[in-house]
């Protein structure tokens, strides 16, 4: 596209910078990933703002928003992104949520499991479009103590419980260290946190960190826990991809859609003894963490940001050539 028909695309993310969680790390993303070929804005809420083409983060939190484009402007693209608790929760049951999927012209989900759980006629305006991130290089890791580490704001979709219950499973192992980071979204979450490391002298909560910071831990780790009930496509499993760190998750299809079906670290989802059994073999058995990490680098391709740009760029250039 020439600098001079460039096309507005606003993205409507009902999570801001302050936020500092997934919505918002894909909207910034996406809008720079576009800026060569689109104008873009990043916006909390549609509220009239002129765009030849609509970019909407969630389906039932972008609701309004979704609806007034739908109805504004019927015949312009408009880009439904799902996240987890879309699709394992709100499009089964809430009618606003289930509305954003009928006026979307185009859906995104962010592995290629989500696709599954779409009603069949919708499956068809349905692409997949990994997130990324850039690869850092992996650092040594220590010879005499497993670290391992869980990304994540505390609140019940993310089971931060599981890791916990783990951690004080294994208290006794001194050569395996917990790590927590994310703020306390569940003050009684938080609660838990604190009293599991006044209890458990090899577990530490950090609270919220910044991204750069976050990353660094998982880079310095040698395992990355996602404990998560659902999740769209977790940005921190593809950020361990891209440090060379290995990956525990529950058994979920979000994960699962990351990862792949034949990945060797998952446990049932709540299942803290499970966890704990597949860290403690990890630190005991240094085949299974070497196979671990394999498995996980061999994602990586998938996350890397020319791979997604490329997905994105070709998603919203169809849209717009299609448009009536």
Not at 112 to 119: A, H, I, N, S, Y
Not at 125 to 131: D, P, T
Not at 172 to 185: S, T
Not at 307 to 313: G, S, V
Request: hydrophobic share 45%.
């Amino acid at each position: 596209m020439s600098s001079k028909t460039r096309p507005r695309v606003l993205i409507a993310s009902p999570a801001l910078a302050a936020a500092n969680n997934g919505n918002w790390h894909t909207a910034w993303r996406w809008s720079r990933m576009l800026a060569d070929d689109c104008r873009t804005g990043i916006l909390d809420a549609w509220r009239g703002e002129p765009c030849e083409l609509l970019i909407a983060l969630h389906a039932r939190r972008s609701a309004a928003s979704i609806d007034a484009f739908a109805r504004a402007h019927p015949n312009r693209p408009l880009v439904v992104v799902l996240t987890g608790t879309d699709l394992y929760r709100d499009i089964h049951a809430d009618a606003s949520a289930q509305r954003s999927l009928r006026q979307a012209t185009h859906l995104v989900v962010l592995q290629d499991q989500g696709v599954d759980e779409l009603p069949a006629a919708l499956r068809p305006k349905c692409s997949v479009i990994y997130q990324s991130a850039t690869r850092l290089q992996p650092v040594p890791a220590p010879r005499r103590v497993l670290h391992v580490v869980s990304v994540g704001h505390l609140r019940d979709e993310k089971d931060p419980a599981t890791f916990m219950r783990a951690a004080r499973r294994l208290r006794e192992r001194r050569d395996i260290r917990f790590v927590h980071i994310g703020d306390a979204l569940d003050p009684a979450l938080g609660t838990a946190a604190r009293r599991t490391q006044a209890e458990c002298a090899t577990y530490r909560w950090l609270g919220g960190l910044p991204r750069a910071a976050a990353r660094q831990h998982i880079r310095r780790a040698q395992v990355l826990v996602s404990t998560s009930r659902m999740e769209g496509g977790a940005q921190v499993i593809l950020e361990a991809a891209q440090s060379s760190t290995a990956v525990l998750a529950s058994r979920i299809a979000g994960n699962v859609g990351m990862l792949g079906a034949g990945h060797a670290g998952y446990f049932e989802l709540g299942d803290d003894a499970g966890l704990a059994n597949l860290v403690m073999r990890a630190r005991d058995e240094p085949g299974l963490l070497t196979n671990l990490r394999a498995q996980t680098v061999a994602r990586a391709p998938l996350f890397e940001p020319a791979e997604e740009q490329r997905r994105l760029i070709h998603l919203i250039t169809t849209a717009l050539e299609t448009a009536p």
